[in-house]
């Protein structure tokens, strides 16, 4: 084995002990077909937004999805998450919808885990079902 698979199987393994829990969720671009997929997910973030008034309210909930670059491979080799972009599924018996999103500090919707793209960061925004 070289060292470049022995390296790529240890950022796998590495990546499955970092986000051992995964839940099935759907996958959708419009005009596509939905696709089933495997994802790990973060902590919800909750951004304070601030109206004309100065009245400060929590109402923007981020969330990271992790998920391998292959489970996109039905809709064609080198598919990637682009803005727009939905991930549904259920949490705690409640129905959520996340829309990809680019993040707010380098613009990228989605981020590679490490250089042998085992898994993907993907940025999302809470949204109505």
């Known amino acids: 084995m070289s060292i470049e698979a022995l390296m790529a199987a240890g950022?796998?393994?590495?990546?499955?002990?970092?986000c051992p829990t995964t839940v099935n969720a759907t996958y959708?671009?419009?005009?596509?077909t939905d696709l089933?997929?495997?994802?790990?997910?973060?902590?919800?973030?909750?951004?304070?937004?601030?109206d004309d008034n100065g009245t400060s309210t929590l109402e923007v909930a981020n969330r990271d999805f992790f998920f391998a670059p292959s489970e996109?491979?039905?809709w064609g080799t080198g598919?990637?998450?682009?803005?727009g972009d939905r991930i549904l599924l259920t949490i705690g018996g409640q129905a959520r919808a996340y829309e990809v999103l680019p993040d707010q500090f380098?613009?990228?919707c989605y981020r590679e885990s490490?250089?042998?793209n085992a898994m993907l960061r993907?940025?999302?925004?809470r949204v109505k079902l």
């Open 11 to 18: 950022s796998a393994m590495l990546i499955g002990k970092l």
């Open 28 to 32: 959708r671009r419009l005009g596509k």
């Open 36 to 50: 089933s997929v495997s994802v790990a997910y973060g902590a919800e973030r909750f951004e304070a937004v601030e």
């Open 72 to 74: 996109l491979t039905d």
């Open 79 to 83: 598919t990637v998450p682009v803005r």
């Open 106 to 108: 380098d613009g990228q």
């Open 114 to 116: 490490d250089r042998y």
């Open 122 to 125: 993907v940025h999302t925004k």
